[in-house]
């Protein structure tokens, strides 16, 4: 019986082919937190970014500038309004680096 890695060491964040898994379909999430965190590789080392929780769930979404201001558009600047709000997450594309 084999054993998948990608389960043995499960991310801690919500990974875009996760989401990009769904294709014609969206997930109701609830809200719960931001926190700013370190993630990734890169040249953005260091570099704290939002990290999107949800009621329920394990794992953060990181926000880019545009899903970030997807939210701000309907719940306001300040994520401390956001808790216990909800949201569709979906798949989209997107440009990035021009």
Do not use: C
Not at 29 to 58: H, I, N, Q, W
Not at 71 to 83: F, L, R, S
Request: charged content about 20%.
């Amino acid at each position: 019986m084999g054993v998948k890695i990608s389960e043995a060491f499960p991310p801690k964040y919500v990974r875009a082919a996760e989401i990009a898994a769904l294709r014609d379909q969206s997930v109701e999430v609830v809200l719960d937190r931001v926190e700013m965190e370190v993630v990734g590789s890169g040249a953005d080392d260091g570099m704290p970014k939002p990290v999107l929780y949800f009621t329920g769930k394990s794992k953060g979404l990181v926000l880019n500038k545009i899903n970030a201001a997807a939210i701000v558009a309907i719940y306001g600047d300040d994520t401390a309004a956001w808790h216990g709000q909800p949201l569709l997450l979906f798949a989209s594309t997107t440009l990035y680096k021009g």
